[in-house]
């Protein structure tokens, strides 16, 4: 083949490379909430330094090699009026080549070590800091996430409170199929395995909230499987937990009191809301659930519109979820809607 033919495919398949690596590196490309290139927390930052690092080390090598490639092809392409006879062949250099295998090994030894020491660090909380670790067990459900916080006493839904600057020890578990805890600002994935306990921990350096997402395909709302982190500093951590160690508020109004004798009608087979009657294991537990951003396992507002539209059609909200009311034989007027969002708003 022509050497310059070559040239120019790698200068153009370079130039495509550099492109794309422009455009990773702008400003603003890699910091929304979904990007594990911005690490709020020092698991996700282990991982992303090793990344880097990786990344860096063979793109050394990349440019080494094809630097060596690219000089080779143009140093000894056929010129013009040279014979084109087959050069001598030789066996090459015994030399060059034990250079170049000891090379690779130590560039081996080189990224290996700072992933393995990586790998230790993200596997479990360091020994001396595992005393004020927080335990979360993060079970995934077709398509929603259950956070039980077995020390505390606690077990919520789809938005997981934690204390700034403590690691959180997560148990991970599947009630079904394969899902994936991910939140990519504070941590690498991890499967949620049918009839396996998974572990992982991170760490939230900063208050606020963090976004996640189930990243294992577990059926037809798999899109519609996200939940959030909420970090807090230590005294707001505490006022969470307190109120939401509590029994479920107690219905106030005339509509209140409806709405909850309609959620006994058949809502209660399928939903927590402790302190009552309702002991449902099926979905979500609804003890605190107007103190949730959302609804539907992240995807929706939490409010008054949306709430109603979930009751009355769960399945055009959130094609093929698990709430199904023909299953319980409830069928709602628009008044009974009402009442029980007046309810559900009422369990602050
Ligand atoms: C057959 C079981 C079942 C019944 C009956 C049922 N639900 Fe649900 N519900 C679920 C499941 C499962 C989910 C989680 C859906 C998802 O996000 O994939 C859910 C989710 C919810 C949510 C959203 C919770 C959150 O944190 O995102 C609310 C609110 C809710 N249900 C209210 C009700 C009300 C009110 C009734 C009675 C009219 C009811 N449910 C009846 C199973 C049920
Ligand atoms: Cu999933």
Not at 18 to 23: D, E, F, I, P, S
Not at 122 to 132: A, K, M, N
Not at 242 to 271: L, T, W, Y
Request: charged share 20%; proline share 5%.
């Amino acid at each position: 083949m022509n050497a310059m033919r070559i040239i120019q495919a790698v200068l153009v398949g370079g130039f495509l490379f550099g492109l794309y690596v422009v455009a990773m590196l702008w400003p603003g490309a890699l910091d929304g909430p979904m990007s594990f290139m911005v690490a709020d927390g020092p698991v996700a930052a282990a991982q992303k330094n090793v990344f880097w690092y990786t990344v860096w080390v063979s793109l050394f090598l990349m440019v080494t090699v094809g630097s060596v490639f690219i000089y080779a092809i143009y140093r000894f392409r056929a010129k013009p009026g040279a014979d084109f006879a087959v050069p001598e062949q030789s066996h090459g250099s015994a030399k060059v080549e034990i250079a170049l295998i000891v090379a690779s090994c130590l560039l081996l030894v080189v990224i290996a070590i700072p992933n393995a020491r990586a790998l230790f660090y993200v596997d479990s909380v360091p020994q001396e800091r595992r005393e004020e670790a927080i335990k979360v067990v993060a079970i995934g459900h077709q398509w929603w996430w259950e956070f039980q916080y077995p020390d505390l006493g606690v077990t919520t839904a789809n938005e997981l409170y934690i204390p700034v600057g403590k690691p959180i020890e997560v148990e991970i578990r599947s009630a079904d199929v394969l899902h994936s805890f991910w939140v990519p600002r504070l941590a690498g994935k991890m499967d949620a395995v049918p009839g396996q306990i998974n572990r992982m921990w991170f760490q939230a350096d900063k208050a606020g909230t963090y976004q996640g997402h189930c990243t294992e395909y577990c059926g037809d709302s798999h899109a519609n499987m996200r939940f959030l982190v909420e970090a807090r500093d230590d005294a707001e951590f505490e006022q969470w937990l307190r109120n939401e160690k509590k029994d479920a508020a107690a219905p106030a109004s005339v509509q209140e009191v409806n709405g909850q004798r309609i959620f006994m009608q058949g809502c209660n087979a399928c939903h927590m809301v402790k302190g009552t009657g309702a002991m449902g294991m099926v979905g979500p537990d609804l003890s605190h659930f107007a103190g949730r951003k959302t609804l539907g396992a992240g995807i929706f507002e939490n409010n008054d519109e949306n709430l109603a539209k979930w009751i009355k059609y769960p399945q055009q909200m959130k094609p093929g979820n698990l709430m199904n009311l023909q299953q319980v034989n409830m069928v709602l007027s628009d008044r009974d809607v009402d009442a029980l969002v007046a309810y559900l708003n009422s369990l602050k």
